[in-house]
């Protein structure tokens, strides 16, 4: 009798611990958003593990043969769980898990704007440093520095350190 009872009561703490780890996968999916394919897919890795669990307790504590005391005790143990302890795990769980997410969102955010801006100057320097090597794509349609357009800018710049706007026209 003794050896049933201590069996019965291991059975309603695999049963608590099973819906546990249900609830840990709730918590996921309520602080994260996934697809229903993930989900699905979430739950039948679940039902597996939870058979798998099963079978190896059922196997060590009773040779494998299926007891009604077992099974009452695992689902008495997830029924517990279930209506006492499990709605103020989740409703914590999720917060705390959304709360770190929101965290460590910041870093990845400010690193994805790095990243923008790097990417905005390499593309610059790419296309700085493209020009010279193929001398077809060069400026195409202007007009080549000659003499006159060379004192023209000395002229102009002479006359910006000088004070005068650059808006205006020289004469």
């Given at each position: 009798?003794?050896?049933?009872?201590?069996?019965?009561?291991?059975?309603?703490?695999?049963?608590?611990?099973?819906?546990?780890?249900y609830d840990c996968l709730t918590i996921w999916r309520l602080a994260r958003k996934s697809g229903r394919v993930a989900v699905d897919l979430r739950?039948?890795?679940?039902?597996?593990?939870?058979?798998?669990y099963s079978f190896r307790y059922?196997?060590?504590?009773?040779?494998?043969s299926l007891r009604a005391?077992?099974?009452a005790g695992m689902f008495?143990?997830?029924?517990?769980?279930?209506?006492?302890l499990s709605p103020i795990y989740v409703r914590f769980g999720t917060k705390v898990l959304k709360t770190i997410g929101r965290i460590l969102n910041i870093p990845r955010n400010v690193l994805k704007k790095l990243r923008k801006r790097l990417k905005f100057k390499l593309e610059k320097c790419?296309?700085?440093l493209y020009r010279p090597l193929h001398p077809e794509i060069r400026r195409k349609g202007k007009e080549k520095r000659t003499e006159r357009t060379v004192k023209r800018s000395r002229r102009?710049?002479?006359?910006?350190?000088?004070?005068?706007?650059e808006g205006k026209k020289y004469e």
């Open positions: 009798m003794s050896h049933e009872l201590t069996a019965f009561a291991r059975a309603f703490f695999h049963g608590a611990v099973l819906v546990w780890v739950d039948l890795l679940f039902w597996i593990f939870a058979a798998l059922f196997y060590t504590v009773s040779s494998g005391y077992l099974f008495l143990g997830a029924l517990a769980w279930k209506y006492s790419r296309i700085r102009t710049r002479q006359k910006s350190k000088a004070g005068v706007p």
